[in-house]
């Protein structure tokens, strides 16, 4: 199927193909922009809740490729969709797809993009951009792409043959901080990487106020790979120690029933230039935006900031995807 609605579809031959066609698009877009290969191809964008970053990257991804785009606000703005008059979900998708080749869906409903996809009647390819505090998978690949890409581990890893293996003596030491409970990215990229940890140890240090614990559901898929361990952090400066990635998340405000246990957590961690500081000189720091005050702007200016470049990757990543997923081939 060509539906991508979580990270457990993806093979690493897919991986790598989907890389090596991000970076062809990154190349494209710096000298001439872009190309036509989407000609007469829409994509439907439909957005149930806020977004800047997944409905812009993937709009304008489509239109660097040639094709267009229709834009649907199911809610997170004005909800101008037919939702409103108490159309389903199924119903809304299966009437977006007579129009367009291609749904990027996202919804507040943890499994509501699965169940869309493989079981609400549809035949085109629906891709999932944010599934309640389920997935984001497209997030995900954005994400590895970036580690793979600025840490130079890039596609030689599957080979064997990285410039940078006696840097990293075989093992990728990844920090997740802040709210990993709600973070739908973290749930993704821990299993993408967990997926993609064949040639290298993978180290997933979580660092989390006690009540935003990774998942159980998370975790046990993690155990299930070799190359995979897991371990628990109270202490962000002890957690960065060797560490060559600290990827930091918002406390996700909108998905706490009481607000008086977001309050109890808002502020609790903080990436400032005292922690950079003290972290080490090749540790890239990776946020998937938007922010709020988890990172202090101070810290943009480090070059081991990465987090704005992590969100341009976004589009040539999602270039790449829509790609493949229409055309079958790069
Ligand atoms: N990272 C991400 O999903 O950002 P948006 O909410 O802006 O799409």
Redesign the pocket.
């Known amino acids: 199927s060509s539906n991508l609605v979580s990270v457990t579809q993806i093979s690493t031959s897919g991986l790598l193909l989907l890389f090596e066609t991000a970076q062809s698009m990154r190349t494209l877009v710096r000298t001439v922009g872009g190309d036509s290969r989407l000609r007469h191809r829409v994509l439907a964008s439909v957005f149930y809740e ?6 812009c990257s993937f709009q304008a991804a489509m239109m660097r490729l040639g094709g267009t785009f229709l834009h649907v606000d199911g809610g997170a703005g004005g909800n101008t969709s037919a939702s409103k008059k108490g159309e389903s979900l199924e119903d809304t998708i299966r009437c977006l797809e007579c129009y367009a080749d291609v749904t990027v869906l996202r919804h507040p409903t943890t499994g509501s993009v699965q169940r869309v996809a493989l079981g609400g009647g549809t035949v085109k390819p629906v891709i999932n ?2 599934d309640g505090v389920g997935e ?1 998978p497209t ?1 995900a690949l954005l994400d590895v792409f970036t580690i793979w890409d600025e840490l130079g581990l890039s596609l030689d890893i599957e080979h064997g043959d990285s410039k940078n293996e006696t840097k990293h003596a075989g093992q990728l030491v990844v920090v997740m901080l802040g709210d990993l409970k709600h973070g739908r ?1 973290v749930h993704s990229l821990a299993k993408l990487l967990a997926r993609s940890s064949i040639k290298h140890e993978l180290v997933l240090r979580y660092c989390t106020p006690k009540t935003l614990e990774m998942p159980s559901h998370v975790k046990e898929y993690v155990d299930q790979f070799p190359n995979a361990k897991q371990e628990e952090y109270s202490d962000i400066r002890e957690a960065v120690q060797g560490a060559n990635v600290l990827y930091v998340t918002r406390v996700q405000k909108e998905r706490f029933e009481d607000i008086k246990h977001y309050e109890d957590v808002k502020g609790a961690y903080v990436v400032d230039g005292t922690l950079m500081s003290c972290a080490p000189p090749g540790m890239i720091v990776m946020h ?3 922010r709020v005050d988890e990172i202090h702007t101070e810290v943009d200016a480090d070059p081991r900031a990465c987090y704005f470049r992590e969100m341009e990757n976004g589009m040539f990543v999602r270039m790449a995807l829509l790609s493949l997923v229409l055309l079958g081939s790069p």
């Open positions: 806020a977004s800047t970053r997944t409905s951009a944010g984001h997030q990215t998937p935006l938007p």
